[in-house]
């Protein structure tokens, strides 16, 4: 009877709890919004290739947003702004130089040689300390004032808060469709990725204990970051028009960095050509009983051609198609295991 009545009494003390437990707001939730947020220590990364035509509107913007956030009890006073220079080749780092040695909270990261944007923003991400990190180009295409609205999202308990595009107005016709295209691929692919979403994030301390874990050289972070698997949340913000400067991303590198998107994520191509290899002999069977079939029923016709041109030609280019894609993923096999820096940081200030 003792052991019925303790029971009884654990079993209270649990229904208790768990209902009280049951009623608290989960991390994103719409209660849990409503609690006033707590000034955390954020830092703010910039990677930075030739964008001297730009930087001083940057420094200045990131000035009036740094004090907003201070005045309304957002970030802490010792918030700082971390310029990488991805080894540009203009007057960037001396900006850099400049506006750190007239804004304590400004510091730079210089690496040795251009080892491409998603080096830079792991570099930034790895180097500096704070409770929130959010990344965010140095064109100024991304609204800065979504950061306010992130701060409020990781107080409310997300690690992670992807700053998403609501439309893609300002794009043209064929970079809206391309870049929209190029997201439902990923989907179809397996990819994890946010839609809309490039590489302004918001990452908290543990988000970014957990990127130290992934070594790999091929970097695609859109990828990387859904895998980390805390709490997530997404700001919607308008993308503005490029300050000034050009785009560090032509066609050509951006269909790199695409194709680097599903070949670091995916193995769906390599199956893709099995399934192609088993249709292609089916159908180069068809056309061998096509060719006999002409052969016997039509009369004068060329014995031998259809049979040899046809499948050769056809069998010819997917073998070609097919290494070319193993290959790739061959290639990224071979960088992955020589384990090479993927930056090297020349100097700091």
């Known amino acids: 009877m003792t052991h019925v009545n303790e029971l009884d009494s654990e079993l209270q003390r649990w229904r208790s709890a768990a209902s009280r437990a049951a009623g608290r707001a989960a991390p994103g939730a719409p209660g849990a919004r409503d609690a006033p947020p707590r000034p955390v220590l954020l830092a703010v990364v910039v990677p930075c290739f030739n964008e001297a035509a730009v930087l001083p509107e940057t420094v200045e913007r990131l000035a009036r947003l740094r004090a907003s956030l201070l005045a309304d009890g957002l970030i802490l006073d010792g918030s700082t702004a971390w310029f990488v220079d991805d080894g540009s080749s203009d007057a960037t780092w001396g900006l850099v130089e400049e506006a750190a040695r007239v804004f304590p909270w400004v510091h730079g990261i210089r690496l040795s040689r251009n080892r491409g944007h998603q080096n830079a923003l792991l570099a930034g991400l790895l180097t500096v300390e704070a409770d929130a990190v959010v990344t965010v180009d140095a064109d100024l295409q991304d609204d800065l004032g979504a950061i306010r609205e992130m701060l409020q999202r990781h107080s409310a308990g997300a690690e992670v808060v992807y700053g998403v595009r609501r439309g893609r107005e300002s794009d043209s016709w064929f970079k809206r469709t391309t870049a929209e295209g190029y997201y439902r691929l990923l989907e179809r692919f397996g990819v994890d990725v946010v839609f809309n ?5 918001l990452l908290g301390r543990s988000a970014r204990a957990a990127l130290r874990q992934f070594g790999e050289v091929n970097l695609f972070l859109r990828g990387i970051v859904p895998q980390l698997g805390f709490a997530s949340e997404q700001v919607l913000y308008d993308r503005a028009e490029r300050f000034a400067g050009e785009s560090k991303y032509p066609l050509g590198r951006m269909l790199a960095f695409a194709w680097d998107g599903v070949t670091s994520f995916s193995a769906v191509p390599l199956r893709w050509i099995t399934a192609l290899g088993f249709a292609v002999s089916l159908l180069a069977f068809a056309t061998g009983l096509w060719a006999i079939a002409v052969r016997l029923t039509v009369a004068g016709a060329v014995p031998g051609w259809a049979s040899t041109v046809i499948p050769v030609a056809f069998l010819g280019g997917i073998q070609l198609l097919s ?19 993927r930056y090297i940081i020349e100097k700091t200030v």
Not at 197 to 201: S, W
Not at 331 to 339: F, I, S, V
């Open 323 to 341: 290494v070319g894609v193993i290959g790739e993923y061959v290639g990224k096999t071979y960088g992955e295991t020589k384990r090479r820096p």
């Open 197 to 201: 979403h490039a590489d302004y994030r």
